[in-house]
Every structure is written in C-alpha cells, then in structure tokens.
C-alpha cells in the first residue's frame, strides 16, 4: 500500500512558474516509477511525464515538453512536477501515481493522490 499526497497547485497567471510536489509513504518508494497526470473539465485524462524507479530515465508528453521537468528523490520519498512558461491550457487537476514497473513512458496508476489544482489565467 502506499499513499501520495500532492501539493503546490495553485493559480497563476499565464507564463508563470508552479513546482508541484508529491510525498510518498512506504519504504518500497525507490520500487515505483511514478507520474503526473492532469485532468481537464470535459476532457480526457492526459499522461504529463513520467519517471522511473532510479530517475534516469523520464518521459515529457509533448503538449509540456520543453516546459515542465519531472524529478524524484527517493532518499525523501518526493516526485516533482517543475512547470514554467504556464499556458491557460495547462489549467487541470493533477495528479501523482506510482506504478510498479520500471518505465518513465506509458505509466499506468497502481496509487494515487487525491489531485491539487492547477488554474492559469490569461
């Protein structure tokens, strides 16, 4: 079992910066790949980036590549959501997963957080 909390959503405006976090309990964090997902009202749940168990290897959906960087600490138990150069269509609720195998692309959710909010105004 493992439980992940989100935090650091928030509004701001077009072009700004967010730093999403995600804390993970358990001992076995070092044994997941974890991800970001973001969901959009009246949309689909899109894949934002993805990372693997070590964290050298990480996945950028093309819509956030360039401008979002995913990173982890697993002496902290921490995955991290670095979002800049914010566009109105980033506006979603996030969400952290963890996946047990070991990939950053194509993650599925075996955990998950509760979601925080992500707002960007133009």
């Known amino acids: 079992q493992m439980r992940l909390v989100e935090s650091g959503g928030g509004l701001v405006q077009a072009g700004g910066s967010l730093r999403l976090s995600c804390a993970a309990n358990?001992?076995?964090?070092?044994?997941?790949?974890m991800g970001w997902f973001r969901r959009a009202p009246g949309k689909e749940r899109e894949f934002v980036a993805g990372?693997?168990?070590?964290?050298?290897?990480?996945y950028h959906a093309d819509s956030v590549k360039g401008r979002f960087t995913i990173s982890r600490d697993n002496a902290q138990n921490m995955v991290y959501l670095q979002m800049n150069s914010l566009k109105p269509e980033d506006t979603a609720v996030y969400y952290c997963?963890?996946?047990?195998?070991?990939?950053?692309?194509?993650?599925?959710?075996?955990?998950w957080g509760q979601g925080t909010q992500v707002t960007v105004s133009s």
């Open positions: 997963a963890a996946d047990h195998r070991d990939r950053a692309a194509a993650l599925r959710g075996d955990y």
């Open positions: 358990g001992r076995t964090f070092g044994s997941y790949s």
């Open positions: 990372i693997n168990w070590s964290g050298s290897s990480t």
